[in-house]
């Protein structure tokens, strides 16, 4: 009998795939996914959640899931470009584009309906031993990682 079994390889090639997949499902609105892809005591950090949520992680997968629903009322025709994928271990490493649509007005007018917006990021997703992500920790900026390192934005 011959028994099939998963290469290093091909597992770290799955968890890139899966961290793909919960970045798409949870920043282009395909919400469904979210149930399936992460554990019940999923963290979630970005340094913008303290200025949004007034707190620096977003704990289990009921309050990430409602995360995602707000963030994604408040984008239209969202662009994501997965620009870089690492796995190593339990971890996968994203280095992402995003560009989307503002489909309200801030209070504060930082953002304002219709207008295109963009920025980029680096985020790690960590996996529990059942397969299921349980950390999704980043940092986001204006312009994103890939945007800063062309040719026409590196002094000599």
């Known amino acids: 009998m011959v028994v099939a079994c998963k290469t290093d390889k091909n597992a770290k090639q799955d968890q890139k795939m899966l961290a ?9 609105g395909n919400l469904e996914k979210i149930d399936s892809l992460v554990s019940d005591d999923m963290v979630a950090s970005y340094p913008i959640f303290e200025q949004l949520f007034g707190t620096k992680a977003i704990r ?4 990430y899931k ?15 470009t997965i620009n870089e994928a690492v796995s190593e271990d339990k971890n996968v ?7 989307a649509l503002r489909t ?3 209070p504060d007018s930082s953002v304002v309906a219709g207008k295109k ?10 996996f529990n031993e059942q397969g299921k992500i349980n950390l999704e920790t ?4 204006s312009p ?13």
């Open 93 to 99: 490493v994203l280095v992402w584009s995003f560009s």
């Open 66 to 80: 409602k995360y995602a629903t707000h963030f994604n009322q408040g984008w239209t025709d969202e662009q994501i």
């Open 60 to 63: 289990g997968r009921e309050a």
């Open 117 to 126: 917006y963009s920025w980029g990021g680096i985020t790690l997703f960590h």
């Open 20 to 28: 793909e997949q919960l970045f798409h499902s949870v920043y282009s």
């Open 138 to 141: 980043g940092e986001e900026s």
């Open 144 to 156: 994103g990682p890939i945007e800063r390192l062309k040719p026409d934005t590196i002094s000599n």
């Open 104 to 106: 309200e007005t801030a």
